[in-house]
């Protein structure tokens, strides 16, 4: 009923998040059910939730007849975690919940999982392998983007044991930034267009890139597919068909399996001499670290008129601070830009998010999600002044259970992100983005006194030893609010650039604002720069 409605963005961001979720709800009686093509509704709050949200999960089904309820929760919970995971919805009507049935009368359910599209090996995939495999012995510049769909224990032993025999450098995508810890000697940063500007020249530079377990977003890989590892051979192992069909057109090698069955395949490989190999590859990617460190990248880090601080000196910070099974989560704007860009997760402790989605509102609840699924670990929620409005009301919970929380709320008058494009973009014609164009914030002192919360106000670096620090490791849920500049921009990030005849101009992934001078940028790659980075610093490109 309106139940189901109410639960469809938590439905679309486990979707695209790859989430398993089992939905089961409740509707009108069966005969009315049946009449949802021709009527907006037969009564009051229903409606034809398995239709509306079949879009968005796995198989959405209706119980139709209740002797077989086990046999439709088998299918649907079968469904969630096979192949690629993700979330299902059983609906079940008023009157069949009512209905009494015995034991003999309710149908068997299957005992097996339903099987898997993507775990077999055929003829030609394993032709690819054996060709991949021949491409990773020879390859001077190797690299490996791991992502989220190598979570599993299993799985992750097994790339933990490709990652070493190779001695190859990787990057992690954001939700697998969590996977290895950020000292690995091999991790060499985050790729994107809020990434690293030193991972995004290493891409830039490496001749064979291998992707596993990751579904390669426009956030993970730029606006141009086509120029992402622009010298690379790629290589790319997915679970789901559709997103392999998105690279078709290109000249990439797609291998449609799932990472466990892949990593199983190449398992048993020496890749002989390799690690001697890399070795000049990875001495280079220490010093482009050396050079351009992640905290230097994030542009203006204090404002002499203004007592603030910067979300990434706070997450500096945090690195150091938090215990060694920490949980983190994040909502958007400064928790998911700056926590995802600067946080170096330890060994131990997880970080994560809505991805996908990306919904705002989603951090509060998830924080509470997490300690619900392990109440004994440190808990940090990193928040904002415009996601925290989406679901305020959840701060009742948080004090009704007594949950030591670290609620951080990253306060910069407003939604920077949308504030920004509309100053770059829109000629600064701003609307519902601040307080001054109409939409303001509560006093969130005020908030923690009425749901019961410490509260303790940071609003300079100094603050942090002498208020944040005590407070981290108490058992009290905090409100921590974070002043920040309204100014502060989310750096570094792949901007689109206006030129002066209204032409907009997307630089390739590793020209990320602030821009370097052309002059380093092609020092880093070692080649001639993109025609569209001389075209974002308004310059005339000799070599196109």
Same mark, same amino acid.
């Given at each position: 009923?309106?139940?189901?409605?109410?639960?469809?963005?938590?439905?679309?961001?486990?979707?695209?998040?790859?989430?398993?979720?089992?939905?089961?709800?409740?509707?009108?009686?069966?005969?009315?059910?049946?009449?949802?093509?021709?009527?907006?509704?037969? +009564?009051?709050? /229903?409606?034809?939730?398995?239709?509306?949200?079949?879009? =968005?999960?796995? @198989?959405?089904?209706? !119980? &139709?007849?209740?002797?077989?309820?086990?046999?439709?929760?088998?299918?649907?919970?079968?469904?969630?975690?096979?192949?690629?995971?993700?979330?299902?919805?059983?609906?079940?009507?008023?009157?069949?919940?009512?209905?009494?049935?015995?034991?003999?009368?309710?149908?068997?359910?299957?005992?097996?999982?339903?099987?898997?599209?993507?775990?077999?090996?055929?003829?030609?995939?394993?032709?690819?392998?054996?060709?991949?495999?021949?491409?990773?012995?020879?390859?001077?510049?190797?690299?490996?983007?791991?992502?989220n769909g190598c979570r599993n224990?299993?799985?992750?032993?097994?790339?933990?044991?490709?990652?070493?025999?190779?001695?190859?450098?990787?990057?992690?995508?954001?939700?697998?930034?969590?996977?290895?810890?950020?000292?690995?000697?091999?991790?060499? +940063?985050?790729? /994107?267009?809020?990434?690293?500007?030193?991972?995004?020249? =290493?891409?830039? @530079?490496?001749?064979? !890139? &291998?992707?596993?377990?990751?579904?390669?977003?426009?956030?993970?890989?730029?606006?141009?597919?086509?120029?992402?590892?622009?010298?690379?051979?790629?290589?790319?192992?997915?679970?789901?068909?559709?997103?392999?069909?998105?690279?078709?057109?290109?000249?990439?090698?797609?291998?449609?399996?799932?990472?466990?069955?892949?990593?199983?395949?190449?398992?048993?490989?020496?890749?002989?001499?390799?690690?001697?190999?890399?070795?000049?590859?990875?001495?280079?990617?220490?010093?482009?670290?050396?050079?351009?460190?992640?905290?230097?990248?994030?542009?203006?880090?204090?404002?002499?008129?203004?007592?603030?601080?910067?979300?990434?000196?706070?997450?500096?910070?945090?690195?150091?601070?938090?215990?060694?099974?920490?949980?983190?989560?994040?909502?958007?704007?400064? +928790?998911?830009?700056?926590?995802?860009?600067?946080?170096?997760p330890r060994k131990g402790q997880?970080?994560?998010?809505?991805?996908?989605?990306?919904?705002?509102?989603?951090?509060?609840?998830?924080?509470?999600?997490?300690?619900?699924?392990?109440?004994?670990?440190?808990?940090?929620?990193?928040d904002t002044d415009g996601g925290?409005?989406?679901?305020?009301?959840?701060?009742?919970?948080?004090?009704?259970?007594?949950?030591?929380?670290?609620?951080?709320?990253?306060?910069?008058?407003?939604?920077?992100?949308?504030?920004?494009?509309?100053?770059?973009?829109?000629?600064?014609?701003?609307?519902?983005?601040?307080?001054?164009?109409?939409?303001?914030?509560?006093?969130?002192?005020?908030?923690?006194?009425?749901?019961?919360?410490?509260?303790?106000?940071?609003?300079?670096?100094?603050?942090?030893?002498?208020?944040?620090?005590?407070?981290?490791?108490?058992?009290?849920?905090?409100?921590?609010?974070?002043?920040?500049?309204?100014?502060?921009?989310?750096?570094?990030?792949?901007?689109?650039?206006?030129?002066?005849?209204?032409?907009?101009?997307?630089?390739?992934?590793?020209?990320?604002?602030?821009?370097?001078?052309?002059?380093?940028?092609?020092?880093?790659?070692?080649?001639?720069?993109?025609?569209?980075?001389?075209?974002?610093?308004?310059?005339?490109?000799?070599?196109?």
């Open positions: 009923m309106e139940g189901a409605a109410n639960t469809l963005t938590g439905i679309l961001s486990a979707y695209l998040d790859s989430i398993p979720v089992l939905v089961i709800s409740g509707n009108e009686s069966s005969f009315h059910c049946q009449n949802y093509s021709e009527l907006r509704a037969y +009564g009051v709050q /229903g409606f034809d939730s398995v239709t509306v949200l079949d879009r =968005v999960t796995k @198989k959405s089904l209706r !119980v &139709l007849d209740a002797a077989n309820v086990l046999q439709d929760f088998s299918a649907v919970w079968n469904e969630a975690k096979s192949d690629r995971k993700g979330p299902v919805l059983l609906d079940f009507p008023m009157d069949l919940q009512r209905k009494l049935l015995t034991a003999s009368e309710v149908h068997d359910a299957p005992s097996t999982l339903g099987s898997s599209n993507a775990n077999e090996i055929s003829e030609a995939l394993g032709s690819e392998i054996e060709s991949l495999s021949a491409a990773l012995e020879v390859a001077e510049r190797p690299l490996l983007y791991i992502g224990p299993e799985t992750l032993a097994l790339v933990s044991h490709l990652i070493e025999t190779l001695g190859a450098p990787f990057c992690l995508s954001w939700s697998a930034i969590d996977l290895f810890p950020s000292d690995h000697p091999q991790n060499v +940063g985050r790729i /994107g267009i809020y990434g690293d500007r030193a991972s995004n020249i =290493v891409l830039q @530079k490496a001749d064979l !890139v &291998l992707c596993i377990g990751t579904r390669l977003a426009i956030p993970q890989i730029g606006y141009d597919k086509a120029d992402f590892g622009r010298h690379a051979t790629k290589w790319v192992v997915e679970i789901d068909p559709t997103e392999c069909s998105k690279f078709a057109e290109t000249d990439w090698h797609l291998l449609n399996l799932d990472a466990k069955t892949f990593l199983q395949a190449i398992k048993d490989r020496e890749f002989a001499n390799s690690r001697e190999r890399v070795t000049s590859w990875r001495k280079e990617i220490v010093t482009i670290w050396e050079e351009l460190p992640r905290i230097n990248q994030v542009g203006t880090l204090s404002w002499p008129d203004h007592r603030a601080v910067h979300s990434a000196q706070v997450m500096e910070y945090l690195n150091t601070s938090l215990d060694e099974d920490a949980v983190i989560c994040t909502d958007v704007g400064a +928790g998911l830009l700056t926590g995802h860009y600067m946080l170096e997880r970080l994560f998010t809505s991805q996908g989605l990306g919904e705002m509102g989603f951090g509060l609840p998830g924080a509470i999600g997490a300690h619900f699924g392990a109440p004994k670990r440190q808990l940090v929620c990193l925290i409005m989406f679901n305020l009301q959840e701060l009742q919970l948080v004090s009704q259970h007594s949950i030591n929380m670290k609620l951080f709320i990253f306060n910069n008058d407003g939604y920077t992100m949308i504030k920004i494009s509309q100053e770059n973009l829109f000629g600064a014609r701003l609307a519902g983005s601040g307080i001054e164009s109409g939409v303001s914030f509560p006093n969130f002192q005020k908030i923690a006194e009425t749901f019961n919360l410490k509260y303790v106000r940071i609003d300079s670096v100094e603050d942090f030893q002498t208020k944040l620090l005590p407070v981290l490791h108490d058992s009290s849920g905090t409100l921590i609010e974070i002043v920040m500049s309204p100014n502060q921009k989310y750096l570094p990030r792949l901007a689109t650039t206006k030129l002066e005849d209204g032409t907009l101009v997307s630089p390739p992934l590793e020209d990320i604002d602030p821009l370097l001078s052309i002059e380093d940028l092609e020092r880093y790659l070692g080649y001639p720069a993109h025609p569209n980075s001389y075209k974002a610093r308004g310059l005339k490109n000799e070599f196109a």
